[in-house]
């Protein structure tokens, strides 16, 4: 079933969205556990965070080695004997190892790509999310579920909220 697409198709209170709920919420037995599924359900939350950070926020992985670079890069280690500055650098390094090996450096630029596809300028990158109306946010859902790469991604109407050029990007993309 890798790479193929599916369409659900049918007259309104039929109960389509019924059934992308049971289906990502692995309600349905065909539907193994270890399948990473993710949709669309709602907006994105009109906060201060920019756009281009609600995006990054996803790679979990990658904000928690940051995280682990950034604590003990700050961490003042006059007072530790040559054993804990040892653990500090230990630390410092494996995180900077792992952000190799994931490739982090191309986290940035595979956002902004997303982004881009569908229809946010370099302008809008970095404005908080609560600065964009509803469907703008919703727009910054799709991107965060097109940028977790899920084995099976359920998207709900979305045309509702994508313009023909960005709806030809998704098409594209996906």
């Not at 756009?51 to 950034?70: A, F, G, P």
């Amino acid at each position: 079933m890798r790479g193929k697409k599916y369409g659900l198709v049918g007259r309104n209170g039929i109960g389509k969205t019924c059934l992308i709920n049971a289906i990502s919420r692995h309600e349905i037995e065909k539907f193994p556990q270890s399948i990473h599924i993710l949709q669309v359900e709602q907006e994105v939350e009109a906060d201060s965070k920019t756009v281009l950070d609600h995006i990054l926020d996803c790679d979990v992985e990658r904000k928690r080695l940051l995280e682990e670079m950034d604590e003990c890069t700050n961490i003042d280690d006059s007072g530790f004997d040559a054993e804990e500055k040892a653990e500090i650098g230990s630390r410092l390094s494996k995180a900077a190892l792992r952000l190799d090996e994931i490739d982090s450096a191309s986290t940035e630029a595979k956002a902004i790509k997303i982004l881009a596809g569908i229809g946010f300028t370099q302008n809008c990158l970095n404005r908080p999310a609560n600065s964009f109306s509803g469907g703008w946010r919703m727009r910054i859902a799709i991107a965060k579920v097109i940028f977790c790469e899920p084995e099976i991604l359920m998207l709900d109407e979305p045309t509702n909220h994508l313009d023909l050029p960005a709806l030809m990007w998704l098409e594209n993309y996906i």
